[in-house]
């Protein structure tokens, strides 16, 4: 067994705090605005000019202009704000988002993040990940454990080093992917850690699909 998407955005939103300015990349974390708690105030970001997203709409109550940074339709608050997307790369690099939620390729165990490109694959564009993962206060990561290759193996994408194009080096501070939850000591000399395990999903699991190195810290 392991975490379905959804869960691993309900996992994700635990690290949502009240107050938190927070933006959302494309894939897995968009879903994370589906899981807010109650109650609690998170203004959603979105590099394309566009600050305190709603939930995605119903269908049929789609607006065309609405869209976030991934091209998907959501909804307006009350509170809601628009600007260029100058001013909102201005308010990532200058500091002012507490957290932002990514999905990756691959993630090293030292904390380089790889997410905007595969060598020989054409790509529109890296997007804002390069500003978000150098500007914001904290990264995490959400992602399939694994890599499923065309011919039905599985490639590690949690690696002693990223052999992607690198998104930003020393960046990652937590990892969920469908398996369980690692942290990263970024900046020290911690390394990877599990501290938690999906459902159903035994350590031993997870050694064998993991090339990094980790602690193991579980609850």
């Not at 067994?1 to 927070?22: I, K, S």
């Not at 974390?29 to 203004?43: C, D, H, K, R, Y």
């Not at 600007?83 to 904390?111: C, K, P, T, Y």
Request: charged share 20%; glycine share 12%; aromatic share 6%.
């Amino acid at each position: 067994m392991a975490w379905t998407r959804d869960q691993m955005a309900a996992r994700a939103a635990r690290e949502l705090e009240d107050g938190f300015y927070v933006n959302l990349g494309i894939g897995i974390p968009t879903l994370v605005s589906n899981f807010i708690p109650e109650g609690m105030s998170v203004q959603l970001q979105s590099e394309n000019g566009m600050l305190g997203m709603g939930p995605f709409p119903y269908e049929g109550e789609e607006d065309p202009d609405l869209i976030n940074a991934g091209k998907q339709t959501i909804t307006a608050l009350p509170t809601t704000s628009y600007f260029s997307s100058a001013d909102s790369f201005g308010m990532i690099r200058g500091g002012h988002i507490d957290l932002s939620i990514l999905g990756a390729m691959q993630v090293a165990e030292n904390g380089d993040l790889a997410n905007w490109m595969i060598p020989g694959k054409m790509v529109k564009g890296m997007g804002g990940a390069m500003d978000l993962v150098a500007g914001v206060k904290r990264v995490v990561v959400v992602m399939e454990h694994v890599a499923r290759n065309k011919d039905g193996t599985e490639s590690p994408k949690l690696l002693k080093a990223c052999d992607l194009p690198l998104t930003g080096t020393h960046v990652v501070d937590l990892v969920i992917t469908d398996l369980g939850v690692f942290t990263i000591d970024k900046k020290g000399e911690g390394g990877m850690r599990l501290i938690e395990l999906a459902d159903g999903v035994t350590e031993a699991e997870i050694r064998a699909r993991t090339e990094a190195a980790y602690t193991v810290a579980l609850d």
